[in-house]
């Protein structure tokens, strides 16, 4: 008899301020908080407050399909709150459920894709990659047998493993070249290697900026950062280098792009000499 598959309802509670020094001039901003769809997960709400009210709010597409809220201000502000209230309904999801096809060839990565879909998807195959990661990746190549999803799964895991994952609130994220040297990064950091490795392979991969539920925090929550490598046949699959794991059900992706720069939760300038600082927090919770 087939067991019934049972929703799980993850509440996302965002708020982010920012405090300026002196009244400003907003340009246009544009905000990522939105869940995107996947085949395990539902929205089932989404509520965006801005304070103070703007002039226009307006949900849009980006170029990659991602959904984001453009808004603009007509009066100058001193401080400036975007909170975003999110549910998600999500049902269990096997990561390694899917079989690549055609199969893969990992000793002649000119044809792991067809060749009509290699000019779309080069921006996500562009890399820079140094002789020392290039020779890492062929010993993770090696040891893996050449198998696919070994490979993918082992290089995930081993930079969980070597290098140390640590909490940066800088806006910058560390090169791939400086992350493989230094043996430590973020979240960010890490996907951001991860991504190199992979392309110097010959795969396609983006970078995913969402939220992931970790049932041992109760509070503590942040956005976080993992990738997505494209297999024939399956499609977009998630490898998280912070935890050396592929993606399941408690990941909620909301913003992916070849470029890191085109998924930050908040993206627009200020006009006038004015500092600002910033402030965030992130409450993920079950309901029961």
Same mark, same amino acid.
């Given at each position: 008899?087939?067991?019934?598959?049972?929703?799980?309802?993850?509440?996302? &509670?965002? #708020?982010?301020?920012?405090?300026?020094?002196?009244?400003?001039?907003?340009?246009? &901003?544009?905000?990522?908080?939105?869940?995107?769809?996947?085949?395990?997960?539902?929205?089932?709400?989404?509520?965006?407050?801005?304070?103070?009210?703007?002039?226009?709010?307006?949900?849009?597409?980006?170029?990659?399909?991602?959904? +984001?809220? %453009?808004?603009?201000?007509?009066?100058?502000?001193?401080?400036?709150?975007?909170?975003? #209230?999110?549910?998600?309904?999500?049902?269990?999801?096997?990561?390694? +459920?899917?079989?690549?096809?055609?199969?893969?060839?990992?000793?002649? @990565?000119?044809?792991?894709?067809?060749?009509?879909?290699?000019? *779309? =998807?080069?921006?996500? *195959?562009? &890399?820079?990659?140094?002789?020392?990661? #290039?020779?890492?990746?062929?010993?993770?190549?090696?040891?893996?047998?050449?198998?696919?999803?070994?490979?993918?799964?082992?290089?995930?895991?081993?930079?969980?493993?070597?290098?140390?994952? %640590?909490?940066? *609130?800088?806006?910058?994220?560390?090169?791939?070249?400086?992350?493989? !040297?230094?043996?430590?990064?973020?979240?960010?950091?890490?996907?951001?290697?991860?991504?190199?490795?992979?392309?110097?392979?010959?795969?396609?991969?983006?970078?995913?900026?969402?939220?992931?539920?970790?049932?041992?925090?109760?509070?503590? &929550?942040?956005?976080?950062?993992?990738?997505?490598? =494209?297999? @024939?046949?399956?499609?977009?699959?998630?490898?998280?280098?912070?935890?050396?794991?592929?993606? !399941?059900?408690? +990941?909620?992706?909301?913003?992916?792009?070849?470029?890191?720069?085109?998924?930050?939760?908040?993206?627009?300038?200020?006009?006038?000499?004015? #500092?600002?600082? *910033?402030?965030?927090?992130?409450?993920?919770?079950?309901?029961?």
């Amino acid at each position: 008899m087939k067991l019934p598959i049972i929703d799980m309802l993850i509440d996302i &509670h965002h #708020k982010t301020t920012y405090t300026y020094s002196e009244p400003v001039f907003l340009e246009p &901003h544009y905000l990522n908080f939105k869940p995107i769809g996947r085949s395990y997960l539902k929205l089932i709400l989404f509520d965006l407050i801005v304070d103070p009210v703007p002039s226009g709010m307006v949900e849009r597409l980006d170029p990659e399909g991602n959904p +984001y809220i %453009q808004i603009w201000m007509d009066d100058l502000i001193k401080e400036f709150t975007i909170e975003a #209230k999110s549910r998600v309904a999500v049902t269990p999801y096997n990561p390694f +459920y899917f079989l690549v096809d055609p199969p893969i060839d990992l000793k002649d @990565p000119n044809f792991f894709y067809h060749e009509r879909d290699r000019t *779309m =998807l080069s921006h996500f *195959m562009k &890399h820079e990659a140094t002789d020392p990661i #290039k020779k890492f990746v062929g010993a993770q190549l090696e040891a893996s047998g050449y198998d696919v999803v070994d490979f993918i799964a082992d290089l995930t895991r081993s930079i969980a493993e070597g290098w140390k994952h %640590q909490v940066r *609130m800088d806006d910058n994220i560390l090169s791939p070249q400086v992350c493989f !040297q230094k043996k430590k990064g973020s979240c960010r950091d890490l996907s951001l290697m991860l991504m190199e490795m992979l392309r110097a392979t010959g795969f396609a991969c983006r970078f995913v900026s969402g939220y992931v539920y970790n049932p041992e925090l109760g509070s503590g &929550h942040e956005l976080h950062a993992w990738v997505e490598v =494209l297999l @024939p046949g399956a499609g977009w699959i998630g490898i998280d280098p912070s935890a050396g794991v592929l993606t !399941q059900e408690l +990941y909620i992706p909301v913003a992916t792009s070849f470029d890191p720069a085109f998924t930050m939760p908040v993206v627009g300038n200020y006009r006038g000499p004015a #500092k600002s600082v *910033m402030e965030s927090a992130v409450l993920i919770s079950v309901d029961d």
